[in-house]
């Protein structure tokens, strides 16, 4: 099989996006865009991927790490331009070498792999990726003779009037020959208004020297979306929130109204699952088989069991058991572990805290730097009182422990197995295994002091 290689180019600095973040680091359904393309090339039998960078060339390494390899073009002088700087890795290989923008997220693998099959069944040098506009107004038309032969692309603004009625338009993929790209890339001019390299001047160049050029239509307009802006940004994420959506429908799980979910690409979940309106579920999500996620939740790399349900709250980078019911409006921040069976009422909060099996935490209550054991039952109220101002310390509750409602569990503390708390109490000292732990003032009545109260405030 013939050796393949791709280059990204990612070098552009993206000035419509008027944005601090680099363009092609802009996120389209919890991934930057750029991101989106690698990963899809990732699929084919790629033995170099390259992507060029400039502008945050740091910030896309980082994103890319393993993925790629790279190099810096230091000034922008056009897209041929781009795609020389991988002359020391690429110049001298033999093979196919596809180059895709780095700003298309929404192409996939297996067009270019269509595209990479075509090229090489018409032996040709060059094949252009194509597709048809009812207005392509602003696109360059793919012009081909009486037979269909692809003789050059022009410009829109460079078009006569019969050659602007063309609906076929170059959408800035193309897949070469890799020895004849770079001779080629050797030719070409910058005598043009911009004073730039264009690498659809390739193509002229391999044409006037009679090679095959290709071009390959693909019917699905869409990948071929260039994000410029942010209204083309706003584009791009809702037809990837689709392509994400239809995907889950097909593979088993309920959306109930498609249009208001917002799933990104990498979330898994199971079978059966019925997920709401108006959730959003984030990067590395993953969520079981038979759950109910009702309108309201929003997950960010949470991972939740199976036949749970979450009634309008948040989690975040936290774990969540099998036959779990959280909510409404619970909070699960960093590092919480819900284990199967447990209860979360509403307006409860945890953070880095470890909830055992058959555990209700059923409203108004924040653990916080906790560990709490199996069948315990926390009442209304009640904290963890984790930070003195300096110092996070940690809470630790046995099994079987009741905890009376308004209770403050002041840290660092340990509460044995099968220990009762009164209601009200403070503690701040370890309880031991079977005890009642009383934490709070003796109350005393003074009678008819309320009557002198009101007569004062009366006078």
């Known amino acids: 099989m013939t050796n393949q290689y791709a280059i990204v180019l990612a070098a552009g600095q993206g000035t419509r996006m008027k944005s601090k973040l680099y363009k092609v680091l802009h996120p389209v359904c919890g991934k930057p865009m750029v991101e989106h393309v690698v990963d899809q090339i990732a699929q084919l039998d790629m033995k170099k991927i390259v992507t060029i960078v400039g502008h945050g060339a740091e910030d896309v390494q980082e994103h890319l790490r ?6 810096k073009q230091e000034e922008q002088l056009g897209t041929a331009h781009a795609v020389l700087q991988a002359k020391e890795l690429l110049a001298d290989l033999d093979g196919v070498t596809i180059v895709v923008c780095g700003d298309t997220p929404l192409i996939e693998s297996t067009t270019m792999g269509a595209l990479i099959k075509y090229h090489s069944e018409k032996r040709a040098k060059a094949t252009i990726l194509t597709t048809q506009l009812d207005d392509p107004t602003g696109y360059g038309r793919i012009l081909r003779d009486d037979l269909g032969i692809v003789e050059r692309i022009v410009e829109h603004k460079d078009a006569t009037e019969k050659e602007q009625r063309v609906q076929e338009i170059n959408t800035g993929t193309y897949c070469f020959d890799n020895r004849a790209l770079f001779e080629a890339l050797s030719k070409v001019s910058n005598d043009n208004a911009q004073g730039e390299y264009y690498l659809p001047d390739v193509i002229k160049i391999l044409k006037d020297s009679d090679e095959v050029v290709a071009a390959y239509r ?15 940004l706003a584009e791009a994420s809702r037809l990837m929130r689709n392509r994400i959506n239809e995907r889950l429908m097909r593979e088993g799980v309920t959306l109930v109204d498609p249009n208001s979910t917002y799933i990104d690409v990498d979330v898994e979940i199971g079978q059966d699952t019925v997920i709401e309106a108006n959730v959003t579920l984030r990067g590395n999500t993953k969520i079981g088989e038979d759950c109910l996620i009702t309108s309201g939740c929003d997950f960010d790399n949470a991972v939740i069991g199976n036949r749970t349900i979450i009634r ?22 960093p590092e919480s572990e819900i284990h199967d069976h447990v209860k979360i009422g509403n307006y409860v909060e945890t953070k880095k805290a470890v909830v055992g099996e058959n ?45 009376g409602c308004n209770s403050n569990l002041i840290a660092p503390i340990n509460i044995a197995d099968n220990v009762y708390i009164a209601a ?14 009383v934490g709070r003032a003796r109350q005393v ?4 002091y309320a009557k002198k109260i009101v007569e004062k405030f009366n006078k």
């Open 66 to 71: 393993d993925k790629s390899e790279f190099v």
């Open 218 to 232: 693909m019917e699905n307009f869409e990948e071929s979306l260039g994000v410029n802006d942010r209204v083309a």
């Open 312 to 333: 309008s709250s948040a989690i975040e980078d936290s774990k969540v058991g099998d036959d779990v019911q959280i909510g409404p409006f619970a909070h699960l921040r």
């Open 359 to 403: 555990t209700k935490l059923p409203h108004f209550i924040y653990m916080g730097d906790a560990e709490i054991g199996k069948n315990v039952n926390v009442g209304c109220g009640s904290i963890s009182v984790n930070y003195d101002g300096f110092n996070k310390s940690k809470t630790v509750i046995g099994d079987n422990v009741f905890v």
């Open 424 to 437: 009200g109490s403070t503690l701040t000292d370890d309880v031991p295994e079977g005890a009642l732990a």
């Open 445 to 448: 009545n003074k009678e008819g």
